[in-house]
């Protein structure tokens, strides 16, 4: 028992300090990021030549409600060179017959790069007119395996990859390939923001009006959202040890994505796994290299909303967590790896991964130890006060830096409602994603199917924005 | 052991309440902001315009808060503005004391005010403000001084052109994206200074970024230079290939199946060179692009179909040869360069 509550204890400093100290990094490279964008800036940098082309990758399958206003709104974003690739993963309903006759596709004579392995090609499809699309139909094989088919066929030096029901601001790009831009050689992978679109106002492939979500479910994932994205990324990006960058909103040079072998299609977290391998490639080479979040290219995307798909997209997350943590054991500890392999990586065992059991495991302990008189009812309430005021904390600090970055929701009302479910996560919320985690861990022997995905436009959830670690 | 765990306890509450008020701070004072901008800003963008349509008197700005908001909205309006107008808004920020107010800003302590104020004059471009340009091209902070490089490529005379050069090559091989956008303002302007640039023995990060500039320029009269970057590094090499490749250089044909043909050279130099062979268009590199169709890359496969299909007829009947006898790969590349 005193064995447990010293590892408790230990475990809750280690949390405090390391959350503490990621979030004081983040507020340092959030306040260079400001300091450096200006809207004039950003412009020259733009319209300067030597902003790359970038090949905007769309893994869809079965979106025929909503694919033709996504490439439509992708076609007209602010960058002067996007190619759209569409990738149709053997979709079994109108994905493509709708591409062929929205934008009037005719199949191409292409044959098929050798960079990367993935299911067979079926055919590739063209614009008739000068549209700036390239749609891919291939066999079903997951999105890991319809990212390498659109990386082999695209051709412009960063690829971008963009869930089918996912909406981008339209300067995302152009701040996400900022950093592409101020240093070419270095930068191999950047990241932006994902906010939740449930409560906003959509037209035509854009978000017209942002509120947030009416549902409590949406809303706490705002909340997480929040303290992952300006708490947790931007300061592992400081350290260059950003484990993971969003599948729903990614951006890469296509010459190391093909270098170290592309997605790999044996895992559901493909997009950290990615990441991950990046890093172990350039440090293995002793490569100079960054991989970067940058806080405001904002990618909206749906939350789920009920129980039974959070349920799914957490335990999905979690297995990923652990098949990456799997893959890449040989960088836990090793000073080789630097911040990725001596402070990411074990962060993410400790606390992503061991974190929820031991968290559930204390509360059965605390539970047993205040029948048996162990623990005064005292001792239990400063505890869970303690608990509960160091999540606030942190949701808070996050919430500054957001408020002082760039916050869409900017009335009164959504302050306070965000303070709200801040407070209320740790009554519920946060011991039920941690059972789902816990039964993530368990389902790792089983493996998940693209197919399996119920997608329906933007009225369902994506599955891939995941904002941990 | 409680009491110690209840001060804890305290604190955190007090550190609670202090992160709320500092969300309640910020929170009104970016209401505050966009109060004055709907308050204002319909009402300046109204009179800057009406001004620059040249049916009324020019804007005052003078109440609190409405000269920021009048900046950004006239910085705004010089990116996009060109010939008269662009002109009559400089000389109206000048009246206005705009250019005075960033020259003496350039010299202030925070960087961000520093970094604000270049920017400004950038925007302006203005040879009023060329001795506080170049006095800032020794700030400490980069983009203030690439910034300031940049501007002064644009109003500045050639005597200003060894000390950009200078920012452009201090600043290459830690910040490239600063020091590109400098090589690029004095490409565009004054493109002469990027010969020494490009000149063998320049130091590496500098050349390779003046050699991307001037390729992506189309800047012919660098094709010399150009092609003896060839024989450079293999990045390099892919750049002053596409360059020569935009420009249409016939005279580096051979250079350019030199580099094609070499085994000992990477896979995007010798693509590149065939792209370039292609986009050139000689018939003299029939026979360089035809063995590289058989190569065992199929990228540089696929760089020779495509270049062999816009070299006219004799790299079709190539292109119809391989397609009929060649190896799979290469006859499917070569099948799919000849349709349409």
Request: hydrophobic letters at 50%; proline letters at 6%; a positive charge.
């Amino acid at each position: 028992m005193i064995v447990y509550v010293w590892f408790v204890c230990g475990f809750f400093l280690a949390f405090i300090a390391l959350n503490a100290t990621l979030l004081v990094l983040a507020s340092f490279e959030l306040r260079r990021y400001t300091a450096r964008l200006s809207s004039s800036a950003l412009r020259r940098a733009l319209r300067s030549p030597l902003a790359p082309p970038i090949a905007v990758l769309v893994p869809a399958y079965n979106e025929a409600s909503g694919i033709a206003d996504s490439v439509r709104s992708l076609l007209a974003l602010d960058y002067p060179r996007i190619d759209v690739v569409v990738i149709n993963d053997g979709s079994t309903d109108e994905t493509l017959p709708r591409l062929i006759e929205v934008f009037d596709l005719r199949p191409v004579p292409q044959p098929t790069p050798p960079f990367l392995p993935h299911r067979p090609v079926r055919a590739v499809y063209a614009p008739r007119s000068r549209l700036r699309l390239l749609v891919i139909d291939k066999e079903n094989g997951g999105k890991a395996d319809s990212l390498n088919a659109g990386i082999n066929f695209a051709t412009c030096p960063l690829v971008c990859s963009v869930d089918a029901d996912s909406i981008l601001e339209q300067d995302a790009l152009g701040k996400t390939a900022l950093p592409f831009i101020e240093d070419p050689e270095r930068t191999v992978a950047t990241g932006g923001m994902v906010r939740i679109a449930n409560g906003c106002q959509i037209d035509h492939g854009r978000v017209t009006e942002a509120h947030l979500p009416r549902s409590s479910f949406a809303m706490f994932q705002v909340i997480e959202y929040l303290r992952a994205f300006f708490g947790t990324r931007a300061g592992w990006t400081a350290i260059n040890a950003l484990l993971i960058v969003s599948g729903a909103f990614g951006m890469f040079r296509r010459d190391a994505v093909i270098a170290v072998g592309g997605y790999r299609t044996d895992t559901v977290g493909e997009d950290m796994e990615l990441v991950v391998r990046l890093h172990r490639t350039c440090r293995a080479a002793r490569r100079p290299y960054r991989i970067v979040y940058v806080a405001d290219p904002v990618c909206w995307t749906e939350a789920p909303e009920s129980a039974r798909i959070l349920r799914r997209q957490r335990r999905r997350w979690q297995r990923g967590s652990l098949e990456t943590l799997l893959f890449h054991r040989g960088m836990m500890l090793n000073p080789r790896y630097r911040g990725v392999g001596l402070i990411a990586l074990p962060a993410l065992l400790l606390f992503e991964i061991i974190g929820p059991v031991l968290e559930l495991s204390g509360y059965v302990v605390t539970a047993v130890g205040l029948l048996l008189g162990l623990i005064s009812p005292a001792a239990f309430l400063l505890f869970l006060a303690l608990a509960v005021l160091y999540g606030l904390i942190l949701t808070l600090g996050a919430a500054v830096l957001e408020e002082a970055t760039a916050n869409p929701h900017p009335a009164w009302s959504s302050l306070g409602r965000i303070l709200i479910y801040a407070v209320a996560e740790s009554f519920g919320y946060r011991q039920l994603g941690h059972l789902w985690r816990i039964e993530g861990l368990w389902q790792l022997v089983r493996k998940s199917e693209w197919g399996a995905m119920e997608r329906k436009g933007l009225s369902r959830p994506t599955t891939s924005a995941k904002p941990g670690s | 052991m409680l009491q110690a765990l209840a001060d804890v306890v305290a604190c955190l509450a007090g550190l609670v309440g202090l992160l709320v008020l500092v969300l309640i701070a910020i929170r009104v004072a970016a209401l505050r902001r966009a109060t004055r901008a709907r308050r204002f800003g319909p009402a300046a963008a109204a009179s800057l315009g009406t001004y620059l349509a040249g049916s009324g008197a020019g804007p005052a700005p003078d109440r609190p808060g409405e000269r920021p908001l009048f900046q950004a909205i006239a910085q705004e309006a010089l990116a996009d503005l060109r010939g008269d107008d662009r002109d009559r808004l400089v000389a109206l920020m000048g009246q206005l004391g705009f250019t005075q107010d960033a020259m003496l800003h350039l010299k202030a302590r925070r960087t961000v005010t520093r970094r604000r104020a270049a920017e400004m004059l950038a925007c302006l471009a203005t040879p009023v403000a060329v001795p506080a340009v170049t006095d800032a091209l020794a700030d400490r902070d980069v983009l203030v001084r690439t910034t300031c490089a940049c501007t002064l490529a644009v109003t500045g005379t050639d005597d200003a052109v060894p000390a950009i050069v200078a920012v452009a090559q201090r600043d290459a091989p830690a910040t490239p994206g600063a020091a590109a956008s400098v090589v690029l303002a004095l490409a565009q302007n004054r493109p002469e200074a990027l010969a020494p640039l490009l000149a063998p023995g320049t130091p590496a990060a500098i050349r390779r970024i003046a050699i991307t500039i001037a390729a992506d320029l189309r800047l012919a009269q660098f094709a010399t230079l150009l092609q003896a970057a060839l024989a450079d590094t293999d990045d390099v090499a892919v750049n002053s290939a596409r360059g020569l490749g935009m420009i249409g250089e016939f005279p580096a044909v051979d250079a350019l199946a030199q580099v094609a043909a070499d085994d000992t050279r990477s896979a995007p130099a010798r693509a590149a060179a065939a792209d370039a062979l292609g986009a050139i268009g000689d018939p003299a590199s029939l026979q360089v692009l035809e063995r590289l169709l058989a190569a065992p890359d199929w990228s540089l496969q696929a760089a020779a179909a495509g270049a062999l299909a816009r070299l006219g007829e004799p790299g079709r009947t190539a292109l119809h040869r391989t397609a009929a006898s060649g190896p799979p790969e290469a006859a499917a590349l070569a099948g799919a360069a000849l349709k349409p």
